[in-house]
């Protein structure tokens, strides 16, 4: 599973959601980080060691925190910033985390995920995957989980999806089950005059056959133990209704992103706004292309 999380705290129910699922994931090193505000541009009411106070009380809440969760082998942060996605992406990046763990924003929508603005900061550029805790996470009784769902489109980002719900399969002492969940659509018809009449029905079963073998193909990486979902829809619905059965859902940063970076795209923006289950947004890896739609020509934007 994942080696190094870092749980980012607030001080609210999120995180608290947030260090339940790190807890959930097994870890095998695990650091609680709060972030406080601090600037360090020295002005005239300056009072010294006001800011030795705030990080002393920082670190006692996250402490006691530590303990009335019984995460006792933790390790405890308490970092001074004006931003705390940036100390938070910072702070992976230096401790070469894997995951970093945020909870959704405390308005949102019971057992929904909804990013607030801390968690869309980090979600936009962190240097490792970050996963997203539903409201009210921790007032359940989450243990490992069983069911692990990866959205799959045989792109470079659903392969590096793929392979890190993979290894928390493997690595899971509970042997949990791998989903992997493909949304195909019938590609947009463009009819070249008023006598063609396109074959609808071919070029669905067309469609539908190439989506089958997209899928097998990531059933065959995935190892004999995996299932497969294909359904017919939008991606975005297509893994959320999917996810009402799992515990754990992976899926891939959109494909115009910086390499090695988190970046999130429509599909999983939307995603996140509606499902109920945790979401791990895995970064782009580096073989994979930029794939941002070209620009119009003058003669498309004439026409």
Known sequence: ??????????????????????KALAPERLTLVTVYPFDDVISRGHVDGYFDVLHKEALDRLARLRDELGLDDADVRAVG???PAGALARLAAAEEADLLVVGSAHHGPLARLLLGDVGRAVLHGAPCAVAIAPRGYARQDHAQPRQIGVGYDAGPEARAALATAVAVAER??????????HAWALPP???AGPTYVPNVEQLQDDARDEARRTLDRGLDAAGPRAAGVLAHGRPDKVL???AERLDLLVVGSRGFGPARRVALGSTSDRLIHHTTVPVVVVPRPEDARPTRPAEPSAAQVRA
């Open 1 to 22: 599973m994942f080696t190094h999380v870092i749980v980012g705290i607030d001080g609210r129910d999120g995180g608290r959601d947030a260090a339940a699922l790190a």
């Open 81 to 83: 910033d004006l931003s």
């Open 172 to 181: 899971s002492p509970n042997d949990p089950a791998l989903t992997l969940v």
């Open 189 to 191: 018809i463009v009819v």
């Open 240 to 242: 959320r209704d999917a």
